[in-house]
């Protein structure tokens, strides 16, 4: 009985301590993401505003027009999507990666072609 009570304390505080660091994922601020195109490598700043698991992303586009967003935080897990106006209509991009400290990696699909990322917190 002691045994069965030592494992479930401990498996308690290992899900604790999980959950906890899981919770202190915060990407607000400015992030450089940079990912390699069919047109070569484009970086690009975004700044995200985070309030619990939601997410809020600015951007601006090349041509100075303020690009705007939504998306998730879920443990170290971050999804988020724009969408782009372009001369060819208007198009949806969907981000998807990991957190680790100040910087994240993920892929976009881009052209129809999965394309890979990387971001840096801006300091």
């Given at each position: 009985?002691?045994?069965?009570?030592?494992?479930?304390?401990v498996?308690?505080?290992?899900?604790?301590?999980?959950?906890?660091?899981?919770?202190?994922?915060?990407?607000?601020?400015?992030?450089?993401?940079?990912?390699t195109?069919?047109?070569?490598?484009?970086?690009?700043?975004?700044?995200?505003?985070?309030?619990?698991?939601?997410?809020?992303?600015?951007?601006?586009?090349?041509?100075?027009?303020?690009?705007?967003?939504?998306?998730?935080?879920?443990?170290?897990?971050?999804?988020?999507?724009?969408?782009?106006?372009?001369?060819?209509?208007e198009?949806?991009?969907?981000?998807?990666?990991?957190?680790?400290?100040?910087?994240?990696?993920?892929?976009?699909?881009?052209?129809?072609?999965?394309?890979?990322?990387?971001?840096?917190?801006?300091?």
């Amino acid at each position: 009985m002691k045994f069965q009570k030592a494992v479930v304390l401990v498996l308690g505080l290992l899900l604790a301590g999980t959950f906890a660091a899981a919770q202190k994922v915060n990407v607000t601020g400015d992030w450089e993401l940079t990912m390699t195109t069919p047109r070569g490598e484009m970086k690009t700043v975004y700044t995200f505003t985070q309030d619990g698991e939601k997410l809020a992303v600015k951007t601006t586009g090349r041509n100075g027009q303020e690009i705007t967003g939504t998306g998730t935080v879920k443990g170290n897990e971050i999804e988020w999507s724009i969408t782009r106006s372009t001369p060819r209509g208007e198009f949806t991009s969907t981000y998807k990666g990991k957190v680790e400290g100040d910087k994240m990696s993920g892929t976009v699909e881009f052209m129809q072609n999965p394309v890979e990322w990387t971001a840096v917190r801006k300091k």
